[in-house]
């Protein structure tokens, strides 16, 4: 199957701090990703939408001041936390596909503690 | 409203089947997928239904009732390194998967 590589695995970070974390698809184009935040023992949550060469879109709830995505290419996915703050630990998981194809690659996941 | 439901956790012994079911409700549907999660992972893919019947492929085998909003994933001859979350996703008629809080599917020796 296709190949998504997330970076960095895991991440400590000092409160107020920003933190910045990739998602790439290796061996094909991916117009869309999708950014998943999981918290313990429960389901994905998407977060947002990120969308080549256009801005990003968002679900709900979420504060796209706070969680800058950049889709600058068709291989590369950005999500920065900014301004981080201890409740914002959690596991942050890009996937590409899972829109018209039959199934969603996803990335490593990122395990982000915010001290 | 989009809803997905399976039950929490299951329990199961070494070299036994486990059937972990699913609902789901949402609007329009486009598949359904199961996906595995060991801890502190990201999900892995496993199946996925959209035509209503049994998909098998090896030891895990994945059925879809449409009319019912219902799936199941069949796991025979359970192996320890089976022990993980399993999760159902539903494809709505916007392409956006909608995640179930998945089931933690412990095995005994």
């Known amino acids: 199957g296709a190949v998504v590589s997330q970076h960095p695995s895991w991440v400590i970070c000092k409160s107020g701090t920003s933190v910045k974390i990739e998602c790439r698809s290796l061996?094909?184009?991916?117009?869309?990703m999708f950014w998943y935040r999981q918290f313990p023992k429960q389901s994905l949550m998407l977060m947002a939408t990120?969308?080549?060469?256009?801005?990003?879109?968002?679900e709900q709830g979420v504060e796209k001041d706070k969680f800058l995505i950049n889709h600058a290419s068709l291989t590369l996915s950005t999500l920065t936390v900014t301004s981080a703050h201890p409740e914002d630990s959690s596991f942050y998981i890009c996937?590409?596909?899972?829109?018209?194809?039959?199934?969603?690659?996803f990335g490593q996941g990122t395990r982000l503690t915010v001290v | 409203g989009q809803n997905i439901d399976q039950p929490t956790e299951m329990t199961a012994t070494e070299g036994a089947i486990v059937q972990i079911n699913c609902t789901y409700q949402t609007s329009g549907f486009n598949g359904l997928f199961w996906y595995q999660q060991h801890a502190g992972e990201a999900p892995t893919f496993l199946s996925y239904?959209?035509l209503d019947g049994l998909e098998e492929k090896g030891r895990f085998s994945s059925f879809l009732s449409r009319s019912k909003g219902y799936s199941y994933l069949l796991l025979k001859e359970l192996q320890m390194k089976d022990s993980a979350s399993y999760l159902c996703a539903a494809m709505d008629s916007n392409y956006q998967l909608i995640w179930g809080a998945g089931t933690k599917l412990i095995i005994k020796p």
């Open positions: 990120s969308n080549e060469g256009s801005k990003a879109t968002y």
């Open positions: 996937s590409a596909g899972g829109g018209r194809t039959t199934e969603a690659f």
């Open positions: 239904n959209v």
């Open positions: 061996d094909f184009q991916a117009t869309t």
